[in-house]
């Protein structure tokens, strides 16, 4: 079948994509391609969406004659490329590499550029490729950990004393401020705010009010956080973010918003859910507690590292 490939160009190809993603999810393994919420993000969790973070680097379609999107790479930062694909299409994997190695990465040391893709460590046809390509294959990577629901009791949340448990109010400026503060606060950052939190609620198609939980504190502020963004054609949900402030940590506070979020999922009629992270130990430490035994697969991927 004829196969060719061609740039990004406007808002219906963003779309495309992102049905490629929801389309894929039942016949790929977990973390093959993003789930829906990834992309939502990229396009929508912004504050000026006029701007169109998508696109601010190069971003490559593979579609048949017929017109049906089958691949595409993007990037997500300055030095890396994302591979998603069909399952059918993964002979064009290389194309795809090498497309990304022309107008990818990141100035390296020394000259040259860098570009980095990660891989899951039960994808022996990714890793080849990149194997034959001279990729070095890093220590460094990340973490995905899938549950299926099922018939399995989910214990009831336990909330600590003087907090209460609530969904958002995207509509109310006073709680977007809020989950801003919140996520700059967990996560070391200065650059989130209010309108961006904003703009994913009222655009992204994963987004639930229903599934957004925050636990706050007797002084009224916003002490953690779980969006669980949906993608409703698979019955799947995301824990993405997952955050505590640091001024409330260990008093079980994530542990009872996600206890919920499960109990929410399962009324809603979801199958699946995963959570997905880096290497932090603290992370990965918490994770495990919260769903190890209940998990039904635990995965990891690595970053391989390239001069191009």
Not at 15 to 31: K, V
Not at 137 to 161: D, S
Not at 230 to 250: K, L, M, S, W
Request: net charge negative; proline share 6%; hydrophobic share 40%.
């Amino acid at each position: 079948m004829q196969v060719t490939a061609r740039a990004l160009r406007d808002e219906d190809d963003f779309w495309r994509m992102r049905e490629l993603l929801s389309a894929t999810f039942p016949i790929t393994p977990i973390g093959l391609n993003w789930d829906v919420r990834r992309l939502d993000g990229k396009r929508f969790y912004e504050a000026d969406l006029a701007a169109n973070r998508l696109q601010a680097r190069p971003v490559q379609l593979w579609e048949t004659a017929g017109g049906e999107l089958v691949g595409y790479v993007l990037a997500e930062s300055r030095d890396d490329a994302h591979i998603q694909i069909h399952p059918d299409f993964r002979h064009l994997e290389p194309e795809m590499v090498a497309w990304a190695e022309d107008h990818l990465g990141a100035a390296a040391e020394g000259g040259g550029r860098a570009l980095e893709i990660y891989t899951y460590e039960y994808d022996a046809l990714r890793q080849r490729i990149l194997a034959e390509r001279g990729y070095a294959k890093m220590e460094y990577g990340g973490m995905i950990r899938h549950l299926r629901l099922g018939q399995q009791p989910l214990p009831p949340p336990e909330v600590a004393p003087g907090y209460t448990l609530r969904t958002t109010d995207p509509d109310d400026p006073a709680d977007c401020q809020r989950i801003a503060d919140l996520l700059n606060a967990a996560f070391g950052r200065t650059f989130h705010n209010a309108q961006e939190y904003r703009n994913f609620t009222r655009h992204a198609p994963c987004f639930r009010r229903d599934l957004d939980l925050v636990m706050v504190a007797p002084g009224g502020e916003f002490a953690a956080y779980i969006g669980m963004p949906y993608d409703a054609p698979n019955r799947f949900g995301i824990f993405e973010p997952v955050c505590t402030h640091p001024d409330h940590q260990r008093k079980g506070l994530a542990r009872a918003l996600m206890a919920e979020g499960l109990l929410r999922l399962r009324a809603l009629g979801a199958v699946d859910v995963t959570v997905d992270t880096g290497d932090a130990a603290a992370a990965n430490a918490f994770y495990t507690a919260m769903v190890g035994a209940r998990i039904s697969e635990f995965m990891r991927d690595t970053a391989y590292l390239a001069s191009v």
